[in-house]
C-alpha cells in the first residue's frame, strides 16, 4: 500500500499557484519525499525530491513540514499543460522500486 | 541526449500467450525497472535490474520475468498471459543501482489481452 494520502482532485485557475498537499505520517527518518506527474497517456515524469529542506528547481517547489509528517507541492504559475496526476511517493534508498497511490488529478481551468 | 524508448507501442495478445516489451534506456543509466499500470491506477512496480542481475521486485508472480542486456536495454516477458494482464507497461531508467535517484518514464506498451 502506498504510504502518503492526497486528495483525489484538485482545481487551480491559469496564473495561479497550484498547491498540492501530500500526508506521509508514517515516513521513516532515511525515505525521501518524491514528486512524480503523469499528463494523460504518457509515463510519469519526475519533478523533485527532498528529504528535510525545502527544495526548488525549475518546475516547482517542495515545502517539507519541521516533523516530515506532510509536505507540499508548489507550481508557482500553473499553465494549462500542468493538467495532470500528480504523485507523491515516500521512499529509501533501496531497490524496491516506487510505490505510486492513486495522486491527485490536477485540473488548470483557464 | 536520447530518452528512454519502449516498443512496441500497442500489442494484442490473446489469454495464454507469452509476450515480450523491449526498453531502451537513457545513455549512461545502468539501473531499469518496469511497472504495469492498470487503467485509472497508479503504476504498479514489477521488478528492476542493475548491471543485469534482478535486484528488486514488487509483488508479482514468477511468470512475469526480465533481463537486461550489457548496453542496459531491457525486455519484460510475461508467460500464460492473463485477462488481468491488459495494462499499460511502462519502463524506467535511473542512474546508479539502490540509490533513490529519479528515474525517467518511457511513454509505455499498451498491451490487450483478449
Known amino acids: 500500500d502506498a504510504k502518503t494520502t492526497q486528495p483525489p482532485s484538485m482545481d487551480c485557475a491559469e496564473g495561479r499557484a497550484a498547491n498540492l498537499p501530500c500526508n506521509h505520517s508514517?515516513?521513516?527518518?532515511?525515505?525521501?519525499v518524491y514528486w512524480y506527474r503523469q499528463i494523460h497517456s504518457q509515463g510519469p515524469q519526475y519533478i523533485i525530491h527532498?528529504?528535510?529542506n525545502n527544495e526548488t528547481n525549475e518546475m516547482a517547489s517542495l515545502i517539507i513540514t519541521e516533523d516530515r509528517k506532510s509536505s507540499t507541492l508548489i507550481l508557482p504559475h500553473a499553465t494549462l499543460r500542468d493538467t495532470a496526476v500528480y504523485y507523491c511517493i515516500v521512499r529509501g534508498g533501496g531497490a524496491d522500486g516506487l510505490t505510486f497511490g492513486k495522486g491527485t488529478h490536477l485540473i488548470i481551468q483557464p | 541526449e536520447t530518452g528512454v524508448t519502449q516498443s512496441p507501442t500497442h500489442l494484442i495478445k490473446t489469454r495464454g500467450q507469452q509476450v515480450t516489451l523491449r526498453c531502451s534506456s537513457q545513455?549512461?543509466?545502468?539501473?531499469v525497472s518496469w511497472y504495469q499500470q492498470a487503467l485509472g491506477q497508479g503504476p504498479q512496480f514489477i521488478f528492476q535490474?542493475?548491471?543485469?542481475?534482478?535486484?528488486g521486485r514488487g509483488n508479482f508472480p514468477p511468470r512475469f520475468s526480465g533481463l537486461q542486456f550489457p548496453n542496459y536495454s531491457s525486455e519484460l516477458n510475461v508467460n500464460a498471459l492473463e485477462l488481468d494482464d491488459s495494462a499499460l507497461y511502462l519502463c524506467?531508467?535511473?542512474?546508479?543501482?539502490?540509490?533513490?535517484?529519479?528515474?525517467?518514464f518511457g511513454p509505455g506498451t499498451r498491451l490487450t489481452v483478449l
Open positions: 527532498g528529504l528535510k
Open positions: 508514517t515516513i521513516s527518518g532515511n525515505e525521501y
Open positions: 545513455s549512461g543509466h545502468n539501473t
Open positions: 535490474y542493475y548491471r543485469e542481475e534482478e535486484n
Open positions: 524506467a531508467s535511473a542512474p546508479g543501482g539502490r540509490t533513490g535517484n529519479e528515474q525517467f
